[in-house]
């Protein structure tokens, strides 16, 4: 056995380099988790600028926050209807995973943009849309008629559900007729 | 005398630019004859749509009723500077969303004009005099010209450029316009500098139009402006080319070059302003070019506003099997036949039903087989380079082409896609026949749309935002008024009355108590 003084140093060396290897591997990992999760979260906001924000809750998430958050975790990309192939090819762009067609249980895409419309002799003013519509695009106080904003509106239908006379219309919004539909064929079928 | 005026000019350095095409010019023929007023077509077709239909003009006649020569259409809602005139008298006859027709009587009854006699002219009054003619700029955008000079005059104006550099094949109407109106170009030029405060005027012509040149030299010895002379090459005449190739400076996509001090003017504008300044006429004519080898006589026509595109062919002599007879009755586009308004590398194909001379209306060309040929099949890209050498803003159109066939925005975007002018010379030198340009027009329209979709939807997030934090807040508050208790004496009508009574009685005794 060594005397004393000639382990001392041994002892201190080896405890020293035990407790160094464990800080810098700690902290290895802490840096490999927080880059983990920055990742997963800029996946999140990268997905979630992707999504068009109607937040019309088609897909079976409340809202398309969550359901960023879902595609981020597994979940497939081709449940979104109001953003139809166009949204698909780019989110499997982004994600670099094969793009397939929409899953018809979520929907069929729009062709068009479409938009609510309140037959307003026929509104009771209960302001049940008002409280469905997510993007705030109906107008109006109890009693007193509603009326959609056509140019806020998205079209999500959430709002015909809750009104209890139904008198609120899906119809082709009628904006300027645009290119778009056509760029977004265009895009989709790789003719450009 | 004609010669050595050229000589002495062509001497000097030519303003030019990198790559451009010298594509073969074909004016000989059109400018031969003189510029000729046309006759008053029976029906004017007014477009109600202006500045690239993006500002829309309101009626301010009815159907049915008549008017006169110069008398006021249709004003803009907002913008009292945007006007129509009609060009002739005649009864107003359709009026759509559009356009507005009219049936000339072919009495051409006019309103008096006023025009400006004194010797002083005012700046006030010439900004006045070319807002009420309703004169929009001629060369291409048709971006009104009252708006454009006070734009410079805000940022400072340093220097005004009159553009007469027409670049493409077959126009030449500014080139007949010089050649027969320099005096009116030059003056208009000078009131235009006086309205924006410039300091320097330069007239830019081509080197290559030396009636133009020798036609513009006497006018010029009186005046403050100077000529100068571009390389003839496509497309010189560009506005960002134009100031480039002058000037050195290059004007970044995102700026009007009015806002960093240049004023860029067509000549046809100018020679509009003279009108409007000095007689007071309204803008209601415009030097067009109705050329192409099926017409026996090309010409530059002096044609009113409105007149349609089929009455300016059939005035030269147009024939072609099976439109030989009646022209204007039905006259159809064919696989060889195309009637192109605009410049061949930038014009479109006219609409036949309803085409008119505007004020942007430069040319009119009836194509031919040899000088059109159909597109043939698009070839493989053997990356030559030509275009890239070709591409007068100095970008990749191969690259570019890639792209846009993968649409990558992101290369797209770095590739700089957006500072494409659409000249159309990638195109024209590319072996393969690849329509480049073609592909560039469509994926700026799809970063176009999708750029307003994204701002789109970022408001929409904004409002849902607003709503959810509502909601919640209505959630806190319904928990709440479930946790407190119920009101200990529900609300009836007796209670109100002893409440009342209660509240009397504290009333009077407070004022008893005052008394005392």
Redesign the interface.
């Known amino acids: 056995m060594l005397p004393l003084n000639e382990q001392l140093p041994v002892t201190l060396l080896a405890w020293s380099a035990i407790l160094l290897t464990a800080f810098f591997l700690g902290l290895r990992i802490h840096r490999t988790l927080a880059a983990e999760q920055q990742k997963q979260n800029s996946v999140v906001e990268l997905v979630h600028?992707e999504?068009?924000?109607?937040?019309c809750g088609r897909c079976g998430f409340p809202?398309?926050l969550p359901y960023a958050e879902a595609i981020s975790g597994g979940e497939p990309i081709n449940q979104c209807p109001p953003g139809g192939e166009h949204l698909i090819l780019r989110l499997a762009r982004l994600l670099n995973e094969p793009p397939e067609p929409l899953n018809p249980r979520h929907g069929t895409p729009q062709a068009e943009p479409l938009v609510a419309v309140i037959r307003e002799p026929e509104c009771i003013g209960c302001t049940k849309c008002i409280q469905a519509?997510?993007?705030?695009?109906i107008l109006g106080s109890a009693k007193t008629m509603h009326t959609v904003l056509t140019s806020?509106c998205?079209g999500c239908d959430l709002c015909v559900e809750p009104c209890p006379v139904d008198c609120i219309d899906i119809v082709p919004a009628a904006s300027q007729w645009?290119?778009?539909p056509l760029?977004r064929y265009?895009?989709s079928r790789g003719l450009? | 005398m004609l010669s050595q005026a050229v000589r002495w000019l062509t001497e000097g350095r030519l303003a030019s630019f990198s790559g451009g095409i010298r594509p073969p010019k074909q004016t000989q023929r059109t400018l031969r004859s003189r510029v000729m007023a046309t006759p008053i077509p029976e029906r004017l077709i007014m477009p109600l749509t202006i500045y690239r239909k993006q500002e829309r003009l309101t009626p301010a006649v009815r159907i049915g009723e008549a008017v006169r020569k110069y008398q006021c259409l249709a004003t803009h809602l907002q913008d009292p500077d945007l006007i129509l005139h009609a060009p002739t008298s005649g009864m107003i006859t359709a009026i759509t969303r559009d356009v507005l027709e009219i049936q000339s009587d072919g009495l051409d009854q006019a309103l008096i004009l006023c025009g400006n006699t004194t010797e002083k002219i005012t700046q006030a009054d010439i900004l006045q005099s070319i807002g009420r003619a309703g004169i929009v700029g001629q060369g291409g955008a048709g971006y009104p010209t009252v708006k454009k000079i006070r734009l410079a005059a805000s940022a400072g104006v340093k220097v005004l450029i009159v553009n007469a550099a027409e670049c493409e094949p077959f126009v030449c109407c500014d080139e007949a316009l010089i050649r027969e109106f320099a005096d009116q170009v030059v003056k208009g030029a000078e009131y235009l500098m006086q309205a924006s405060a410039a300091d320097a005027g330069v007239i830019a012509i081509e080197s290559d139009k030396h009636e133009a040149i020798a036609a513009i030299q006497e006018p010029l010895k009186a005046s403050s402006l100077t000529l100068r002379l571009l390389a003839a090459k496509y497309p010189a005449g560009d506005e960002r080319i134009l100031i480039k190739s002058l000037t050195g400076q290059e004007i970044p996509d995102s700026a009007n070059p009015a806002e960093r001090g240049i004023l860029v003017q067509n000549a046809g504008t100018a020679k509009a302003v003279f009108d409007a300044v000095k007689l007071g006429q309204p803008s209601i004519s415009r030097i067009v070019t109705v050329a192409g080898a099926p017409l026996k006589t090309p010409k530059n026509f002096s044609a009113l506003l409105g007149t349609p595109v089929s009455d300016l062919l059939s005035w030269c002599g147009f024939e072609h099997e099976g439109h030989s007879e009646e022209p204007s009755a039905h006259l159809q586009h064919t696989d060889h036949l195309k009637i192109i308004v605009g410049g061949p590398l930038t014009g479109r194909r006219a609409d036949m039903f309803c085409e008119s001379v505007q004020q942007t209306t430069t040319c009119v060309i009836a194509t031919d087989k040899i000088n059109f040929p159909a597109s043939g099949p698009e070839h493989a890209c053997i990356r030559c380079g030509f275009c890239a050498e070709a591409c007068p803003v100095r970008l990749l159109p191969q690259q570019l082409l890639l792209h846009s066939r993968n649409f990558d925005e992101h290369n797209l975007n770095s590739h700089g896609l957006h500072s494409c002018i659409e000249c159309g010379a990638c195109a024209y030198v590319c072996p393969s026949k690849i329509p480049l340009v073609q592909h560039f027009r469509q994926s700026k329209e799809i970063l176009r749309d999708s750029a307003a979709e994204r701002s789109e939807s970022q408001l929409r997030q904004a409002r849902y935002r607003h709503w959810q934090t509502r909601q919640g807040r209505t959630a806190r508050r319904q928990v709440k008024q479930a946790a407190e208790p119920e009101r200990e004496t529900p609300f009836s009508r007796e209670n109100a009355r002893s409440e009342i009574a209660e509240a009397v009685a504290r009333v009077k005794e407070k004022k008893s108590g005052k008394r005392q």
């Open positions: 600028a999504l068009p924000q109607t937040q809202g398309c519509c997510p993007v705030d695009a806020e998205t645009t290119q778009r760029n265009a895009i450009v």
